[in-house]
């Protein structure tokens, strides 16, 4: 009678022993990164220099746009995150068919019509950076996205609505309000600086915007600024302007950003001053080479300055 009980105390604790082994949760399975869906695209090229137009694979068009947009001498993190915005720039304008219409080329040389491309500065950063991102795009849905960015968002980042005037199309991945401290480690120019231009050539190019005579220019007021601080209206005498087609008829490297702290009339000429350089949406260059410097990945630079998006390899 004592030893039935003894063996089946015995049993049973085996058959829990084995239960708990065999039914143990089971770690969870690394998520497996996607399979790349296609060979490295080889794209046309028109260079408006000389007006030829060549076949090249993408990767080696990316080094030179990367070469083109951003000090080679920098981190090698920060050029790969400018690598995977230029790919993506390049895949999308692909797919718009823009330059296509223009030459009947996928991209071109000129930084107007397409992106900066400068092959003769390519050196070991920039490969190292294009193939350690190699075929990685970023999307948003099913669509590449807008790859915005610009040298020095001034420490904080603006919405294509306020730093590009920007509503063709719904972009909710962009980040808008981003504050990167680009501002610790950027030059003193983009830090503060002044513009100085006569007022016949202001008054020039807000008609040659707006297709108004401002009349003549005797004062110079930012009539609206955007949720970032950069001004979205400025009025010039009796003629309002939006403020990044102004920077633009002024020409955008002397009127540096539209992150303006003051506008005015002085002496003759329209004077504007700020901090910055570029339109401030998407990737700041200077923010990228800071976060580069703190040991950020490419990818983790990216996700800095857009939301809500898949960053993945498409090619091998």
């Known amino acids: 009678m004592l030893r039935r009980p003894l063996i089946t105390i015995?049993?049973?604790?085996?058959?829990?022993?084995?239960?708990?082994?065999?039914c143990a949760k089971k770690p969870a399975?690394?998520?497996?990164?996607?399979?790349?869906?296609?060979?490295?695209?080889?794209?046309?090229l028109y260079d408006n220099k000389t007006g030829q137009k060549k076949n090249m694979?993408?990767?080696?068009?990316v080094q030179g746009v990367v070469a083109a947009e951003m000090d080679t001498k920098w981190p090698v993190n920060a050029l790969a995150a400018q690598a995977i915005l230029a790919r993506?720039?390049?895949?999308?304008?692909?797919?718009?068919?823009r330059v296509k219409q223009q030459h009947g080329t996928d991209a071109s040389t000129s930084v107007e019509e397409f992106q900066a491309y400068e092959p003769s500065k390519i050196n070991d950063n920039v490969r190292q950076a294009v193939e350690m991102t190699r075929g990685?795009?970023?999307?948003?849905?099913?669509?590449?996205?807008?790859?915005?960015?610009?040298a020095c968002d001034g420490g904080i980042s603006a919405t294509p609505e306020e730093g590009l005037a920007f509503t063709k199309d719904p972009t909710p991945y962009v980040?808008?309000?981003?504050?990167?401290?680009?501002?610790?480690?950027?030059?003193?120019?983009?830090?503060?600086?002044?513009?100085?231009?006569?007022?016949?050539?202001?008054?020039?190019?807000?008609?040659?915007?707006?297709?108004k005579d401002t009349g003549a220019i005797t004062s110079a007021t930012i009539e609206k600024k955007g949720p970032s601080g950069r001004a979205e209206q400025i009025k010039l005498g009796s003629a309002t302007i939006g403020g990044p087609a102004l920077r633009l008829a002024l020409g955008s490297e002397k009127v540096r950003s539209m992150l303006l702290s003051d506008a005015r009339v002085e002496g003759g000429q329209l004077v504007m001053s700020g901090k910055g350089y570029g339109h401030g949406v998407g990737?700041?260059?200077?923010?990228?080479r800071l976060m580069a410097e703190q040991g950020k990945s490419?990818?983790?630079i990216v996700n800095f300055y857009f939301k809500d998006i898949n960053i993945q390899r498409q090619w091998k």
């Open 136 to 150: 990685e795009v970023v999307t948003y849905g099913d669509n590449y996205i807008h790859a915005w960015f610009s």
């Open 283 to 288: 990737m700041c260059q200077w923010g990228a």
């Open 298 to 300: 490419p990818e983790d």
């Open 175 to 211: 980040k808008g309000g981003v504050q990167d401290g680009c501002l610790a480690v950027t030059e003193p120019k983009n830090k503060a600086w002044e513009a100085r231009i006569p007022l016949d050539q202001a008054r020039a190019a807000v008609q040659s915007k707006t297709g």
């Open 57 to 61: 694979k993408i990767e080696e068009y």
């Open 88 to 97: 993506t720039f390049t895949m999308e304008n692909i797919k718009s068919g």
């Open 10 to 22: 015995i049993l049973l604790c085996i058959t829990a022993f084995f239960c708990a082994a065999g």
């Open 29 to 44: 399975p690394k998520p497996v990164p996607p399979v790349p869906t296609q060979e490295e695209p080889t794209i046309s």
